[in-house]
């Protein structure tokens, strides 16, 4: 059974508004404000511009090779299929279901925070998470068109909720709390802020790996362009209001954790509040459930590339990979017994599933571009420089990491790469 093409323009484009909007935007803005004050704000607007640099060299290829989880499908076809191919699209493939899961697992943990105090830890956590988890699950099985349709309704809600609370934040914000702009961290605070912001827009990824269920693929690349933007100027304003309402003082304590939390609280409306909470908890859930999809069809590339076995490229009744959407879910359901491994989901989820995979992308561009046998839909004007720039976002993404990050991280490099040797010799 093959996969249905039944994604059109708006599928993709919400697809890319559930899948990034959610924890990060919930959570970082204190962060980047630690490191540059309210100038911060550039950060947020450059982090959106890199991402969007390296969303147009990955639509390009995209048109190339539209197929299910094409991300592990770029660097096969970019070294010609030969031990290194296999070894970076293994690494591309793995990592991106590595950092993905843990992205999930985060945002499991995450949500009965938004729910009540009740379910902010212990049993009550793990429960939310494990029933919100079975839900995208249960949705994602249904099919991807459903999933879309699901995803749309919530985006709509909470992107409506949020533009609401950006409107009465801005209004009765004050602009002193903007003053000094650009505070004793300089120029240097706002490109430390560029790493914390950057992954607040990682989910576009996502988009690139249903293009064989969608209908016409020439659109991705503009689908994929426009939900970015849209992102990008969404962050911009609700970060403003942020920092318009909350002073320094609270951004590092009270609300260190939950910077938007202390916006609509700063409201002093309790309708605000409560409908606050559930485009919180909306958006959380439609970030899960795109990865759940997107998780899917990456495991489904790697049964093709023989990396798993065949039996994983089963499909369901409703053109779902049926073991593939499985081991996406049940993997999270288990390490979210484990919150207190929180920091380092989040660092080896930013490494192993986002740097790693990245860097493997922008080199198989470069070198792709030199092929006979490349010949996108949708070909980029200057792409290798977009890419060179691109390669620069993606080097000061990686800047804010310490030792014990690059530790872990290279531990898990180490591993992937045993895994590797062993299944390409069983292959």
Known sequence: MEFRKVLGFWDIFWLGIGGMVGVAILTFPSLTYQQAGPASLISWILAGVFSLLMAVVYSEMVTAFPRSGALVVFPYEAFGKKKIARYLAFLEGVGYYIGTVFGIVISAIILGDYLGPQFSSGIGQFAIAEVALVAVGIINLMGVKLTSKINLAMSVFFIAIFAAIIILGIAGGSTTLLHPFLQSGGITGIVLAIPVAILAYGSWTALLTVPEETINVK????????????????????????????????????????????????????????????????????????????????????????????????????????????????????????PGYYFQYVVIGAI???????????????????????????????????????????VISELSLGASDILWSAAALIALTAVFYLADRRR
């Open 352 to 394: 192993i599933g986002t740097g790693l995979p990245r860097l493997i992308d922008l080199a198989s561009y470069f070198r792709i571009r030199r092929k006979s046998h490349y010949k996108p839909a949708f070909r980029v004007r200057h792409g290798t420089a977009i890419a060179a720039v691109a390669f620069v976002g993606l």
């Open 219 to 338: 659109k991705v690349p503009k689908a994929i362009f426009w939900s970015i933007v849209f992102v990008t100027v969404f962050y911009v304003l609700l970060v403003l209001a942020v920092y318009l309402n909350l002073g320094a003082s609270q951004m590092q304590t009270q609300y260190s954790q939950d910077p938007v939390l202390g916006l609509v609280a700063s409201l002093g409306s309790p309708a605000a509040m409560i409908a606050f909470q559930m485009a919180a908890v909306l958006s959380i859930v439609a970030v899960m459930l795109v990865m759940v999809l997107s998780n899917a069809r990456i495991l489904y590339a790697l049964t093709r590339l023989d990396f798993l076995p065949k039996k994983m490229n089963r499909m369901s009744g409703a053109s779902v990979p049926l073991y593939a959407t499985l081991l996406s879910l049940f993997v999270p359901m288990a390490l979210s017994a484990f």
